[in-house]
């Protein structure tokens, strides 16, 4: 649902490169996979993915671009994944534990350009009577997602309402595994039959995405606190909060988004942030904007009769809690044997966040990187797997795999990013070197990488009007003519305010 986020300013790409090379690289640890020339080639396989959002499609589409027979099993009635809009909360259980498996909210935008936002072959231009904006709804983001799994036929390799039971080794000694899955048929409520099924495959994709599981902090008087408490993932409408004093806790996007949502029917809305002087100058010019907007420190603790107490002391009577607080990785299907694990959000050991070592290459994930431009890293990391399958790529030893994977995660702690952000990557050479290293993947074009840094930073200055309020420089006015996305040297404000 994210892409990079990055230092302030426009101009200073090279200083961001440099400032972030720590983060998200042991870049030159990328191990090698072997060149084509010694690959050998194996007969196709029999591929099942879990998961049909934007991860497992497109996963879908490389794997068969390499001959393989696919099978998609989704546990939604649609594809889209994340994208797939439910106006239902999770309302037996507002945390967001367990339930309705989209985080949308109704008003949610892109946060990067649509010209950025696409598949390497099918540009994201609009469609007739769509949302043109160039930063469009989520809606049409999902129509996209379905257009692409149109244009390559992809639906019938998808079985919908399909869920994962269990995914696990068959110990034959052949490296295949076993998948039993439950298919709802009938009645949409559930209520219909459930067919459960076992099959044997060859390799197995791991494509369900990082924002299925909410993730909660640890606040005093959580678990006696009667009034409301919600996850953002279950947020979708403002409305129920109409007149009440809501507390948000996090203000990464999603928080600001909702926050911003609410101040137009809530009494207050106050927001809740582990340091006042680390917020990017977006939140301030917000709360300077909105006389019911309200910056606050951590929270101290939640009490019984609603009161909600701040870290400086301050103390609020609030209606609700909402905790815009992110998500944990979870693959309650998968059975490894303890060979892959999840540890404060860390899924490991994976070599390069695809393959783990002991098991493969018939089983990787695609998708757990976080902070990536989507769906063109995702893209990436399913062409590399479907050709390392079909044998046109080969990976380094077991043993070199496993050095890889500490190396890289020695040089992420020791450039002091925490081990929950292993899988956050914020750095768009990186990305590039990964896709030409892995699977000759081309590389970003300048002009996209300058548009993509220049959204970030006008989002961090001013996350209220960034997506209607813009300015290219010359090289990305070129390079949006060249794609066809501007008429001419003539276009003007309003031809530029739909991309």
Known sequence: MWAPATPPAAHETETRRGSWAGHARARCSLTTCVCRSSAI?????????VGAGVSGLVSAREL?????DVT????????GGQWLYDPRADAGDPLGLAGVHSAIYASLRLILPRMAMSFSDLPFYPRDGGDARRY??????????????????LMDAVRLNTKALRVAPTGDGESRWLVRSCTQRGEDDGAGEAVVNEEVFDAVVVAVGPYAQPRLPNINGMEKWKRRQLHSHSYRVPDSFRDEVVVIV???ESGKDIALDLSNVAKEVRISVKSVDDVFAAVPKAVSRHGNLHLHGQIDSLCEDGTV?????????ADAVIYCTGYTYSFAFLDTGGAVTVDDNRVGPLHEHTFPPALAPSLSFVGVPRKVIVPRFYEVQARWVAQVLSGR???PPVEEMLRSVEEYN?????AGVPKSHTHVIFDLEYCDEFGEKHCGFPRLPEWKKELVWSSIHNMRDDHEMFRDNYHDSELVREGLRSQGWLAGPEDNVQDRIKV
Do not use: I, N, W
Request: contains cysteine; glycine residues 14%.
């Open 309 to 317: 107490v701040f870290a400086d002391g301050t103390r609020v009577v």
């Open 393 to 395: 790529r080969t990976l």
């Open 136 to 153: 469009p709804g989520h809606g049409e983001f999902l129509r996209y997602v379905r257009d692409y799994c149109d244009k390559f036929g």
């Open 410 to 414: 020695r040089a992420r702690e020791m």
């Open 72 to 79: 998609v099993m989704e546990q939604s009635g649609g594809v």
């Open 250 to 252: 996090g203000c990464k």
């Open 64 to 68: 068969r671009r390499e001959g393989h």
């Open 41 to 49: 080639e194996m007969a196709p396989k029999k591929v099942c993915v």
